[in-house]
Nanobody
Framework: QVQFVESGGGLVQPGGFLRLSCAASGRFIGIFTMGWYRQAPGKQRERVAAITSDGRTNNADSEKGGFTISRDDGKNTAYLQMNSLKPEGTAVYYC??????????WGQGTQVTVSS
């Protein structure tokens, strides 16, 4: 069973940036499409970015310009670089399999708060 540990969240002002990390253990993630998800208070969890095993990326329409997903399979880790953050980006961010039909156990997530 794969376990995900997310880190890198925090409090940032609007327009600021953060880089999230997702360390996986228990299984090599190189064969997976990896995804970053977020859940804002009172809202459903949504996928914001995904990266295939061969490096193709796809972002949610709301984050086309500001988020960049990447991966280092040698470290069994995925990343999310978030630039130009907006208050509506406040949420708990999680990583998981990027294919919605093959979700694994969720980690604890990392809180991102965008506020002045």
């Amino acid at each position: 069973q794969v376990q995900f540990v997310e880190s890198g969240g925090g409090l940032v002002q609007p327009g600021g940036f953060l880089r999230l990390s997702c360390a996986a253990s228990g299984r090599f993630i190189g064969i997976f499409t990896m995804g970053w998800y977020r859940q804002a208070p009172g809202k459903q969890r949504e996928r914001v970015a995904a990266i295939t095993s061969d490096g193709r990326t796809n972002n949610a329409d709301s984050e086309k310009g500001g988020f960049t997903i990447s991966r280092d399979d040698g470290k069994n880790t995925a990343y999310l670089q978030m630039n130009s953050l907006k208050p509506e980006g406040t949420a708990v961010y999680y990583c998981n399999n990027g294919d919605l039909g093959y979700l694994l156990s969720w980690g604890q997530g990392t809180q991102v708060t965008v506020s002045s």
